[in-house]
């Protein structure tokens, strides 16, 4: 049976439906490899094998048709969503010993979709830092070398990905967080549109730069999970219909982009040289299925300013009353972040919404012309995880610890949907990411793109993994 974690996320769903497996099945096998990898990764620090086991016997009393889109299949969920019953931290010693009563609406619609919630993944605290370390649970380690991040915020789901304790796994991304960590891991990571995946509202109505999104070892698997999480809600007035087409479907038509755009860097960061030509050599083979492919970008020139405002405004709305009761449990990051909203003008503010709408307008022209706009997904290789952030690249250093990730929060701003897709390894034999954009509300067509890609790359088989020793 532990075979059945090389499977992808889709075959292990046809034997569940075809009565090959069961869910009950499916968690033995998690069980017995997340005790035979997690303590070295801290991955999944919360498991919840109990519920998920009562959650799968009430499933398998339904008739097979009637189990949901994922018919049965184990979900971690990222330690930032509620999830009733199970102890939810948010990394913060604030929320150590939460337990929500209540999940979260996308948490609901996975389990409607027959997911089996089984562990939550290890996130930085409140999701802050493009690395996943907290105080309550300490560092997530990079399985391709365990003295590397495995990025942020959602690090712990990329590394069950990419080991073999998950086949889908929930993220959520604000400024990369679901891109960055599936970069960094050789996974598929996918950041949708704003209202494409339904969530619980907190603290501001139309709060959007932060979306959960998807994330799988291949991008099938990517849009089985954006399938399953999809939909419109009530409880969520940004949340969009659900289409009448699958993105599994999408990624499957075999639609190959016409024009692609290629940066290295969208005008606006430096960009590690390896990672730039490693990612340059990549989209360059869209060449082969007849695609022109161009260097060019939309105008970002407003992201460090823009994001900087928007950002620190939404730790404000969200976490200031944590700041007046709690301030010496908050980690230093969120504090300057919350007290940097704080100190906002008006001013200040409609500008930074002014360059939003600006940045998106040009985004929305530009797709026009291009099918995909490809980047790197980050800009340098995994960092030492002792690092809290990346403080300098290519010889240029960076004002504030949300720089370096501009080439992601760009793409945010635009609102537009993006990709992280495996393209390749650096000299040191660690992953490389690239970041595939679409335009707004095309999901659909950058599956189908990326699956083109990948399939022209031959990556499928780069995960799972046994952590590797430290080098």
């Given at each position: 049976m532990q075979e059945l974690i090389r499977d992808t996320a889709c075959a292990v769903v046809e034997k569940l439906r075809n009565g090959e497996v069961t869910p009950l099945d499916l968690l033995d096998v998690l069980e017995a490899r997340i005790a035979e990898v997690d303590d070295k990764l801290n991955a999944l620090p919360i498991l919840c094998f109990d519920r998920a086991r009562k959650n799968a016997q009430a499933l398998m009393r339904r008739p097979a048709s009637e189990?949901?889109?994922?018919?049965?299949?184990?979900?971690?969920?990222?330690?930032?969503?509620?999830?009733?019953?199970?102890?939810?931290?948010?990394?913060?010693?604030?929320?150590?010993?939460?337990?929500?009563?209540?999940?979260?609406?996308?948490?609901?619609?996975?389990?409607?979709?027959?997911?089996?919630?089984y562990a939550r993944s290890n996130?930085?605290?409140?999701?802050?830092?493009?690395?996943?370390?907290?105080?309550?649970?300490?560092?997530t380690l990079n399985p391709w070398n365990p003295l590397r991040s495995a990025a942020g915020s959602s690090g712990g789901a990329a590394v069950a990905l990419a080991t073999g304790m998950a086949w889908l796994a929930h993220g959520s991304d604000m400024g990369g967080s679901l891109r960055n960590p599936a970069s960094f891991c050789s996974v598929v990571g996918l950041r949708p549109s704003i209202g494409r995946v339904a969530h619980t509202p907190k603290f501001k109505i139309d709060r959007n730069l932060g979306m959960p999104g998807p994330m799988a070892r291949n991008v099938e698997d990517v849009a089985l999970m954006l399938d399953a999480m999809s939909g419109e809600h009530p409880?969520?007035?940004?949340?969009?219909?659900?289409?009448?087409?699958?993105?599994?479907?999408?990624?499957?038509?075999?639609?190959?982009?016409?024009?692609?755009?290629?940066?290295?860097?969208?005008?606006?960061t430096p960009v590690d040289p390896q990672v730039a030509a490693i990612t340059r050599i990549a989209a360059a083979r869209f060449a082969e299925v007849g695609a022109i492919v161009e260097e060019a970008h939309p105008d970002f020139r407003e992201t460090h300013e823009c994001f900087h405002v928007l950002r620190a405004f939404d730790f404000a709305v969200s976490k200031a009353a944590l700041l007046r009761s709690n301030r010496d449990l908050l980690k230093a990051d969120v504090i300057w972040n919350i007290e940097e909203g704080l100190k906002l003008t008006v001013e200040q503010i409609e500008r930074a919404e002014a360059q939003r709408v600006a940045m998106a307008a040009r985004a929305v022209d530009f797709f026009k012309k291009y099918d995909l706009l490809l980047s790197p997904a980050t800009i340098v290789e995994p960092f030492a995880v002792q690092d809290r952030f990346v403080t300098e690249c290519d010889g240029k250093r960076f004002k504030h610890y949300v720089d370096w990730v501009a080439i992601a929060s760009a793409i945010t701003l635009a609102c537009c949907p993006a990709l992280s897709l495996p393209c390749g390894f650096t000299s040191s034999g660690l992953p490389v990411g690239l970041q595939m954009v679409a335009a707004p509300r095309a999901e659909g067509q950058l599956l189908a793109g990326a699956k083109m890609l990948e399939d022209i790359l031959g990556v499928r088989e780069n995960t799972p993994i046994d952590p590797r020793a430290p080098t």
């Open positions: 189990r949901g889109l994922l018919a049965g299949m184990p979900v971690p969920i990222k330690d930032l969503t509620d999830v009733v019953g199970v102890r939810n931290t948010y990394g913060s010693r604030i929320f150590a010993n939460n337990v929500p009563a209540r999940s979260d609406i996308l948490v609901e619609r996975l389990e409607e979709n027959g997911a089996v919630i996130t930085p605290e409140f999701g802050a830092g493009a690395n996943t370390v907290n105080e309550i649970f300490g560092p409880g969520d007035p940004l949340s969009l219909p659900k289409l009448t087409k699958s993105f599994l479907s999408a990624a499957r038509s075999g639609i190959n982009p016409k024009r692609v755009a290629y940066s290295p860097d969208f005008g606006i």
